[in-house]
């Protein structure tokens, strides 16, 4: 692919971007380390920013056709209009910071940050938008360690899956108030988990941090039988010729892709997943220069169009 435009949005010397989003309604959006949300359209021409001063901005994501959710160290969960107007904001009630925020309609799912290690330090909130008052679930024992991802399933939305550094990968169904009876599997990659998700229906994928790349099967656990094994890919950073993974992108009309970095040789990397048989790597399509030595920290296909951001500052666009 080649670079189209770059731009750093505005952004300060010494700026971190850590992630990108894009509303239905096409409004793209970064944040950054200088705790500013800001909002662009697909040449990078800035539409609005926000600075939300000691935030610690660490979450973003679409939440609506018009609306962004944005989260952080202040345990403040923050929803935006298309011109960086305060819509709605929710509070963590213990002020703990926030880590890892997911949405589906009017639910937001939040995992916070640990103070300390053990169980009942961190938990995984879910909230209605409509009463934002009380979370309408804390699920506050199955992790012992900071929140890292949460996803909700595709198909079955009261399924929700939750990611921790404690190395464990939680799935809940979300319409049981308690937590024994929510918690539905635990999958097991026995490092902190980077990212994860949901691969297919009946398939979760898990990233961690020191590049473990597995697929797991879901199904109902059944007393006495052994749940059948994760494809393993292990290290995928000689696979892939990577020094790191970003993340694992889903477009609505392709194959899933595998973004990865290399800063000694300054590229990014889009790696396809062939799912004809059983799942392997397939095609790369390589971004050159990338970020230069700077760490690549977002990627989003957006129309067309390949977006990225990183530790240099810098947004850019690849066609």
Sequence with gaps: MKLATSSDLGSGPDTYLFSLAQTGSKVLATIGSDDTLRLFDSALRPIAAKQTPDSGLACLKAFSDNLLATAGRDGI??????????????????????????????????????????????????????????????????????????????????????????????????????????????????????????????????????????????????????????????????????????DLLQPADGPPVMACGHNNKQTSSLVQLDGSGPWKFGQVVDLPGAHGEEVVRGVLLAGGRVYSCGEDGQVRVWK
């Design 77 to 246: 969960i923050r929803l935006w209009d298309s011109r960086a107007k305060l819509a709605a904001q929710l509070s963590e009630a213990q002020g703990r910071g926030i880590s890892a925020i997911a949405c589906h309609e009017h639910i937001i799912a939040a995992g916070t940050e640990s103070n300390k290690e053990g169980l009942g330090d961190v938990s995984v909130l879910l909230y209605d938008t409509r009463n934002p008052t009380v979370p309408l679930r804390n699920y506050a024992e199955s992790h012992t360690d900071s929140i890292t991802q949460l996803a909700f399933h595709p198909v079955q939305r009261n399924v929700l899956l939750s990611g921790s550094t404690d190395g464990l990968v939680s799935l809940f169904d979300a319409n049981q108030a308690e937590e024994e009876d929510a918690l539905q599997q635990v999958l097991n990659p026995r490092s902190a988990v980077h990212a994860a998700g949901f691969l297919a229906a009946d398939q979760a994928w898990v990233l961690t941090t020191d590049e473990q790349f597995l697929l797991y099967p879901l199904q109902e656990p059944v007393e006495g039988v052994e749940p059948p094994p994760a494809t393993d890919f292990g290290d995928v950073r000689q696979k892939l010729d990577c020094m790191y993974v970003i």
